[in-house]
């Protein structure tokens, strides 16, 4: 079975692009370029798993090293685990900058620091090429159906040039400023999740304390001011106790460990979000490492 859907999208001309690292968002959003036409080779750590995309999406091909991937490529989009992982797909002999043809745009979806972004940036400027952060909000169901919300930082001309292609699995690809500035938007979108959680989290909880039939309430305040995508698509969930899903809590603890190290350097206050980070910690510590967010209301029940 395959793990895109389909949707509604024009097609831009087809472009040759490289796509690493096939993770639970990485491998479909690289399946939308192919489904959309452009011409796809892909690398993954584990090759296994490039293998099993080659086959799954013909006719992409795939490299044994970032170098190799990339070499054909005006596009070369990238989504790892952290900033470790993203020097080590594009730095070294074989990576992805020792094979990137000259103008060729690097867009990295990695949530990383953005302290990298700019890094990367300054040394693909140095050697003739282009560097856009890009971390993506919609998880691995907008991976899925090809509608993530993509929050860029780097030169505009870069972002123009990366931005059809993409497209195949987003649905906003918005520039934010310079290099940096799309992980410092994907930081405040984390901000928001986790407060947002955490208050529906005590709001389920405080409602089956008091005796209210919960989704019938959820049905009721999700019409009115209370209603968020954390409600209309987690509220529910929460209340059944199902969590083996979604976004994973080892993944939101790596992001608001970048939000607080942010934090410290310009300066923000962000008591809620040290206090619920703490509180994703207690998770972990109840075996949630791979739970989605939303089990935050596991410390609660």
Same mark, same amino acid.
């Given at each position: ?70 070499? @054909? /490529? ?6 790892? &685990?952290? =900033?470790?992982? !993203?020097?080590?797909? *594009?730095? #070294? ?108 989290? @005590? /709001? ?6 008091? &005796?209210? =039939?919960?989704? !019938?309430?959820?049905? *009721?305040? #999700? ?79």
């Amino acid at each position: 079975m395959s793990s895109i859907n389909t949707k509604t999208y024009e097609p831009t001309a087809s472009q040759k692009v490289a796509f690493l690292g096939l993770g639970v968002m990485g491998y479909p959003m690289a399946g939308h370029l192919v489904s959309n036409g452009h011409q796809v080779t892909v690398y993954n750590r584990n090759a296994t798993k490039s293998e099993a995309f080659c086959a799954e999406f013909k006719p992409a091909k795939r490299g044994l090293t970032p170098k190799e991937a990339v070499a @054909e /490529a005006d596009i070369v989009y990238c989504c790892v &685990g952290n =900033d470790d992982d !993203l020097r080590s797909v *594009v730095l #070294g002999d074989q990576g992805a900058l020792a094979g990137m043809k000259a103008g060729a745009v690097f867009v990295d979806h990695t949530t990383a620091s953005a302290n990298v972004a700019r890094e990367l940036f300054a040394v693909t400027k140095a050697k003739g090429l282009h560097f856009i952060d890009a971390p993506v909000s919609g998880g691995q169901a907008g991976a899925q159906n090809g509608m993530l919300t993509v929050m860029c930082g780097g030169d505009q001309a870069a972002f123009d040039a990366a931005k059809p292609a993409a497209m195949a699995f987003a649905k906003a690809f918005t520039r934010m400023g310079e290099a940096g500035a799309g992980q410092l938007t994907k930081m405040v979108n984390q901000i928001a999740i986790a407060g947002l959680v955490q208050g529906l989290s @005590e /709001a389920i909880a405080f409602g089956s304390k008091a &005796g209210l =039939d919960v989704n !019938l309430v959820l049905d *009721v305040i #999700g019409k009115g001011a209370a209603q968020s995508w954390q409600m209309d698509n987690r509220g529910k969930t929460m209340v059944a106790d199902k969590f083996d899903f979604g976004f994973a809590v080892d993944w939101m603890r790596k992001d608001l460990g970048l939000v607080l190290d942010e934090a410290k350097r310009n300066g923000a206050r962000l008591p809620v979000t040290a206090l619920v980070d703490q509180f994703y910690a207690d998770v972990q510590q109840l075996g949630g490492q791979r739970w989605d967010t939303s089990s935050l209301i596991k410390r609660l029940k």
